[in-house]
């Protein structure tokens, strides 16, 4: 039993250069990425602008048409 106890607290000490080991391999995954050009990054905002534009503008037009629906039904 005395075994167990010992083998316990040895898996529970810290290992010397575990965080530096851990801050390496992300420097490796890092290099491995394939980061987008500027002219990606700048496509793809504007698209994503320009749907979050057009989407407010359609619920904004179906919110005043529901308001007038309304207004007609409960004058």
């Known amino acids: 039993m005395a075994k167990d106890n010992t083998s316990e607290k040895k898996s529970e000490k810290k ?22 050009t500027r002219k990606t990054v700048v496509n793809n905002t504007s698209v994503v602008l320009g749907v979050i534009a ?3 503008v359609l619920v904004g037009l179906l919110d005043e048409g529901f308001l007038a629906l309304l207004r007609l039904i409960y004058r």
């Open 15 to 36: 290992q010397p250069g575990k965080l530096g080991k851990w801050f390496k391999d992300l420097k490796t995954e890092f290099k491995k990425v394939v980061w987008p």
């Open 54 to 56: 057009l989407s407010a």
